[in-house]
């Protein structure tokens, strides 16, 4: 049944949000049940970095795809498109017999996975105004966050009980259920192109700073995001030896620190907003807050117990998911409804590319003795420099809708 926008419009932000969250439990498994799967099938670290690789290779050659497809097919049949994919994608890890069959598995999960992001930005610009989109994107970025606490306290018992392979079975069932709930709803669009397919000029897209300024910010904060999600029950099992079935409560509390990043992340700028700030003002100085308080971080390196570790991971990955969705919210603010998924794809390809470099050198550094130390020193200066490359490339943030009326006036005159 169709139903008119207003409060039905929520409907598409907790439909957005149980898909995002199934995207992250699905790709978060392999991290999680990995002491396991590495006396199985006698993985290296270099193994698992691999196949991490693998799929961050995937999502970042896709996402030059997956941006403009969803602008051309339209956010309704491709969002779905992409659900039942990586669902699928997930559920073939169950009958991967080696390291070969994961890394084929992780590389079509990653190629679908990548889907989500641009289809979760261009439903917030399609069906909400720029007042309530940094709201919408709030909720809807707390997600991934909930699904990495859903996925240590969940998939860790499943695993005892039935097997590895159930795991991977139900998460990816669970897509499928998804895909025909998708299809039952409609919901009247706020954006009308944003719904509706549309051409899309890269070549525009390419040559625009805005594009530039969100790729740079892309690259800096979600090489932070992709080593954590890869490596956090590593770095629990290894600096604080807890075994696998331990691990759960302290990356749980982690990613629950994630999720109100991600909540106050759409809550301040609005605020902001709403005392009389512009939305350059708002933006740039909730990227800041944000950016600083990434900094403690470094600090695991100096605690000695893994409570303690996980406030400041988890201090660590609130600032991130603030941040992130701070940047989300500038595409909306600087880009219309009918491109949106496309500069967003180009930006996280350039994310989930430079991304691999990390996951890379954390092998590196942890077969060489280094430890976790130069990687937790990148990610606490990441973010003022994204925060540089924002300022210097958009020094001052004119929302769409203000650029295309004063097009118009000046077309008119």
Avoid at 51 to 61: D, I, L, R, Y
Avoid at 176 to 200: C, D, M, N, S, T
Avoid at 231 to 242: A, E, I, M, T, V
Wanted: glycine share 10%.
């Amino acid at each position: 049944m169709a139903q008119r926008s207003g409060a039905a419009r929520w409907i598409i932000v907790a439909m957005v949000f149980f898909a995002i969250m199934l995207n992250y439990v699905d790709r978060q498994i392999l991290a999680l049940l990995k002491p396991s799967l590495e006396a199985e099938f006698r993985w290296s670290d270099q193994d698992y970095a691999n196949m991490v690789s693998a799929f961050q290779f995937s999502a970042a050659v896709a996402f030059l795809g997956t941006g403009w497809f969803i602008d051309r097919v339209g956010l309704r049949l491709g969002f779905a498109i992409g659900v039942a994919v990586w669902s699928l994608a997930g559920m073939a890890h169950a009958f991967a017999a080696g390291v070969g069959g994961f890394i084929v598995a992780r590389i079509v999960l990653g190629a679908a996975e990548s889907i989500g992001t641009p289809a979760a930005v261009k439903s917030a610009a399609t069906y909400f105004s720029q007042k309530e989109r940094s709201v919408a994107l709030g909720i809807g970025n707390t997600a991934p966050n909930v699904g990495a606490v859903v996925t240590p306290l969940a998939i860790p018992a499943l695993a005892v009980a039935f097997g590895w392979r159930t795991a991977f079975l139900v998460a990816g069932g669970l897509g499928l259920v998804w895909v025909a709930v998708w299809f039952a709803i409609k919901v009247r669009p706020v954006a009308q192109e944003g719904a509706a397919p549309a051409p899309v000029k890269w070549s525009a897209l390419l040559r625009d700073r805005k594009v530039a300024a969100l790729a740079i910010a892309k690259v800096l904060s979600d090489q932070v995001w992709f080593f954590m999600l890869s490596w956090l029950p590593d770095l629990f099992h290894r600096l604080f030896g807890l075994p696998q079935g331990k691990l759960g409560l302290p990356v749980a509390l982690v990613y629950l620190l994630a999720a109100l990043g991600a909540l106050t992340g759409g809550w301040l700028p609005t605020r902001m907003m709403a005392m009389g700030w512009s939305v350059d003002r708002a933006r740039k100085t909730t990227l800041l807050i944000y950016a600083l308080l990434i900094f403690p971080v470094i600090g695991v390196l100096f605690v000695h117990d893994a409570w303690s570790a996980a406030l400041l991971l988890g201090l660590g990955l609130f600032a991130h998911q603030g941040f992130s969705t701070n940047l989300f919210g500038l595409a909306t603010d600087v880009f219309p409804a009918r491109s949106v998924g496309s500069a967003i794809g180009i930006a996280a390809f350039c994310g989930n590319m430079w991304s691999i470099a990390l996951i890379q050198l954390a092998a590196y550094s942890l077969s060489h003795g280094w430890g976790y130390g130069p990687l937790l020193a990148i990610c606490s200066g990441s973010y003022l420099l994204a925060l540089g490359f924002v300022q210097l490339l958009i020094p001052r943030i004119v929302p769409v809708e203000q650029a295309e009326r004063g097009d118009g006036l000046a077309m008119a005159h």
